[in-house]
């Protein structure tokens, strides 16, 4: 059993909220959950995560990560940024709009 929690807590995992699946689909929750991971390791706000860096660490493919990105952007969950020479693409979270959509409703 304890192999099972130290994989949990390694990146060899990709974990989605079920609420934000029924909500945003799966390819744009996993595209998102990894953001957060990325977010939650790293402590940075804007985050430089190339195509080649999700689709090694999702499997996601550039269409699918393409279609994610819209539709985040798009309801307001994430933000895109391209910034500096030459434009690289970088990444904010709304975690305002994030977080009501995961947490636990109170009875």
Not at 18 to 39: D, P, Y
Not at 50 to 63: A, H
Not at 64 to 77: D, H, M, P, S, T
């Amino acid at each position: 059993m304890s192999n099972f929690l130290s994989l949990l807590t390694t990146n060899e995992l990709v974990i989605v909220p079920k609420k934000l699946i029924k909500f945003a689909g799966l390819h744009s929750t996993v595209f998102l959950s990894e953001l957060i991971a990325i977010q939650e390791k790293s402590k940075l706000i804007l985050l430089p995560v190339t195509l080649q860096e999700i689709k090694e660490r999702t499997g996601l493919s550039r269409n699918y990560q393409e279609n994610a990105r819209e539709f985040l952007v798009k309801k307001g969950l994430i933000k895109t940024i391209f910034k500096g020479q030459p434009p690289k693409l970088y990444y904010r979270i709304n975690l305002k709009k994030v977080l009501p959509l995961i947490q636990e409703e109170k009875p």
